[in-house]
């Protein structure tokens, strides 16, 4: 098998390990969300029991720092899953600005400085770019802007943080229009400065790369564009690019002059050494998630030269980027050679030299970066068969290292369960078997002698007028008599008739509007229809609390009882069956009367003496101002006392609803087939929130102890070896 076929080879076997990885990642959020269950119901049970024992237990249980590796698990496989999911092995290209990475890269890819900068001055290389391989097509380029939001947060947001600047700018035309916070008296030195001039960079040139993060992304452009955004100089030298301010990464796909070089790329970064804020971070970020192997690039002064601070710094940043997989097996070191061999001496000291200094690669080489042939022939080949060889092997340890603290994730997670199943400690057993018994047969009267009760006392108010509702009509009323919409003036009249050319179409619009505003007063019946149907609710809420002792299951109070309880009801209780009980309970909690279900279509017809085709009071041959204000005035007055009329008519309404509501309440939790057997079942798990005294708190069959161990349960299936394996 030749190279290319070894890369495609490799890189087909790595999406299966993808597909895996996701399926994990989403059992672990699953396992995530019932340890965050539980953790509240623990901080529930520890503000309800007072038993030291019991308490002491729950406080040893440490949900949180689980949770928090589920969290550094669920990005190291994100990481994992990035790497087996590309198309291409990755190649990333790192070194100090004026090393010669960008005269390697041109050498390797057969691009020139036009397209990969390598300004001979100051730092050139603007952002990141991924150089693709691919055989028989014209060089393109595709640019991805970053946003309006991604760029404050992630290029702007670092500066004002460590500068200490205030308040960052919410965004691009904030940090625009305002000036510049002047540095802080405590931040002095070199260093702040120049990071302090690179924020101004941006801020003084904000015009020239604004419109960009509005851009769509990513953009198509030419070979002949590419520089314009990668780059901060054009090939005099001059600095007048401002684009790759706004530009996250650009990927450039062109034809490699190297045969056999398979589905590669080459991740070039911006040389460090600069003074940019985040350029370190979005170094490690590359490294960690973006690329296969990494490639330093030094070029020893021919003037005497040395491992330096600066160079270990680097490698031990690019080493933290991957716990997972030691860099000395996957990352190489080229010597940059001078093309008059002036510094080859220093170079083969340097690489003698190398592991002293503890910078431990696969391999180092030395090679001229800027000629072609040697740099693919001493470079390139020797990274591609190490790779094509070792990547798979790389890749197995790499998903064995995660896979290994999945496992032991999951045993942790099992020993934190196994306090939980035993927090609670055993229940006792009730001293008097028939004590709950008694106590139900004396709640059952009391329920049921009570509801009877409010059942009878509001079947003789079946024909009163409700005082809620007559309060609201009477209002309703008074505004409609108060706010009659009907124009105050015989001059405003007259400005109308103008603007609508006649009487006629003024009065026809004007008894329209008078309609629209009239009827809208009416609205407001549905406060008082609710606060009629809210006092029945609080009356049956109260018997349940206070004659049936229902309160202590629930710290809901008043007509919201009911609803809190329908909640707490299972759907099932007889097995099989749907619960009669919670049935009951939501069709009272949710039971509604409203003005437009109700009242609405007789207020309408009330009404329609102000409809122009049905209006009684028709403009004479010779109208005036005056004839359409009395007009209006009588049909309103008509409308109005027609629709009080009507209302009159439904006032005992709301009386004879709650009458029928309540009996339909009571026929559904007293007196349907089965449904005494569904209070004792529940009152059994709730009996220790009503009889505090005779029954535990977390009792053998208590609520509280059955939804507790019922979540533990949830959580020892979601935490299944088989659901975080995805690497044998």
């Known amino acids: ?49 007072d038993e030291p024992s019991i308490t002491g237990r729950l406080k040893e249980i440490d949900f949180p720092k689980i949770q928090q590796n589920i969290v550094s698990e669920l990005q190291a496989l994100g990481k994992l899953k990035t790497r087996f999911s590309r198309d291409t092995l990755n190649i990333g290209v790192i070194g100090r600005a004026r090393q010669g990475k960008s005269r390697l890269l041109q050498s390797l890819t057969g691009l020139t400085a036009a397209e990969i900068p390598d300004g001979s001055g100051q730092h050139c290389t603007g952002v990141r770019s991924t150089i693709h391989h691919n055989p028989n097509i014209e060089t393109y380029g595709e640019v991805l802007f970053y946003t309006d939001w991604t760029f404050m947060d992630e290029v702007i947001a670092p500066y004002y943080e460590q500068l200490k600047l205030g308040t960052k700018p919410i965004n691009i035309d904030d940090f625009a229009r305002k000036e510049l916070p002047s540095l802080p008296n405590d931040l002095k030195g070199a260093e702040v400065n120049a990071k302090y001039e690179h924020l101004r960079r941006y801020h003084e040139n904000v015009d020239q790369y604004r419109l960009l993060l509005q851009t769509s992304s990513p953009r ?49 970064m911006p040389g460090l050494g600069d003074t940019g804020i985040g350029d370190e971070k979005k170094m490690v970020k590359t490294i960690g998630e973006d690329v296969d192997a990494v ?27 991957l716990n997972d997989l030691p860099l000395p097996l996957w990352s190489f070191m080229v010597l940059n050679k001078l093309r008059d061999e002036s510094n080859l001496k220093l170079c083969e000291q340097l690489k003698t030299d190398i592991s002293n200094k ?56 099992v020993a934190e369960l196994d306090k939980s199943r035993n927090a609670l400690g055993q229940a ?20 049921t002698s009570c509801l009877e009760e409010l059942l009878e006392k509001l079947s003789t108010q079946i024909n009163e007028h409700d005082q809620d509702f007559k309060k609201s009509v009477e209002m309703a009323i008074q505004t409609c008599e108060n706010d009659t919409g009907i124009p105050s003036s015989l001059e405003e009249i007259e400005k109308r008739r103008n603007s609508e050319g006649s009487y006629e179409i003024a009065y026809n619009k004007y008894l329209n509007e008078i309609r629209a ?31 049936a002792h229902l309160g202590g299951i629930t710290k809901v109070k008043g007509s919201d009882f009911l609803g809190a309880i329908a909640k707490l009801l299972p759907d099932e209780i007889l097995e099989g069956q749907a619960s009669r009980l919670k049935f009951g309970f939501q069709i009272l909690s949710e039971f509604q009367l409203s003005y437009r279900g109700t009242i609405q279509h007789r207020i309408r017809q009330c009404l329609d003496g102000l409809t122009p085709d049905k209006a009684s009071l028709k403009l004479s041959k010779s109208p005036n101002s005056q004839q359409i204000k009395s007009n209006l005035q009588a049909l309103h ?25 309540v009996e339909e309440f009571l026929d559904r939790v007293l007196r349907a087939e089965k449904v005494k057997t569904e209070w004792r079942i529940f ?26 161990l019922d979540a533990v349960e949830k959580a020892t299936k979601a935490n299944q070896q088989d659901f975080i394996q995805f690497f044998n």
């Open 1 to 49: 098998m030749n190279r290319t076929a070894q890369i495609a080879n490799i890189i087909e076997k790595r999406q299966p390990l993808a597909n895996k990885i996701e399926e994990v990642k989403v059992n672990l959020n699953s396992l995530y969300s019932e340890l965050s269950y539980l953790e509240d119901y623990c901080q529930q049970l520890l503000d309800r029991v």
């Open 220 to 268: 198509l452009i030419k070979k002949e564009e590419i520089r314009e955004y990668v780059a901060q100089d054009n090939l005099q030298g001059e600095r007048i690019y401002f684009n790759y301010l706004a530009v996250q990464e650009v990927k450039i796909i062109c034809n490699f002059p190297k045969d056999d070089v398979g589905k590669i790329a080459l991740v070039d």
């Open 295 to 321: 490639l330093f690039v030094r070029m020893p002064k021919n003037t005497g030269d040395f491992w330096g601070d600066v160079d270990v710094q680097l490698y031990d940043t690019a080493y933290r980027a």
């Open 358 to 413: 503890h910078i431990n690669v696969a391999d180092c080489v030395i090679a001229n970066c800027a000629e072609a042939q040697e740099a693919n022939t001493e470079v390139l080949d020797p990274i591609l068969n190490y790779l094509a060889n070792k990547i798979t092997d790389l890749d197995q340890q790499y998903a064995s290292a995660c896979q290994d603290r999945l496992k032991q994730l999951q045993t942790s997670v």
């Open 428 to 447: 006792k057993q009730s001293a008097e078997t028939g004590k709950f018994e008694e106590l139900f047969d004396q709640l059952w009267k009391d329920l």
């Open 517 to 547: 505003h009239l009827s809208q007063h009416f609205l407001s019946l549905d406060d008082g229809l609710k606060n009629s149907l809210d006092q029945v609710k609080y009356q049956v809420a109260e018997v349940l609390i206070q004659q």
């Open 637 to 661: 007055g008509e409308a109005v006392f027609q629709c009080k009329t009507a209302l009159e008519e439904f006032l005992c309404e709301p009386s004879q609803a709650a009458f029928a509501i």
């Open 683 to 708: 009152l059994t798990e709730e009996r220790s929130s009503i009889w505090s005294e005779e029954f535990e708190l977390l009792g053998e069959r208590s609520r509280l102890r059955q939804e507790w």
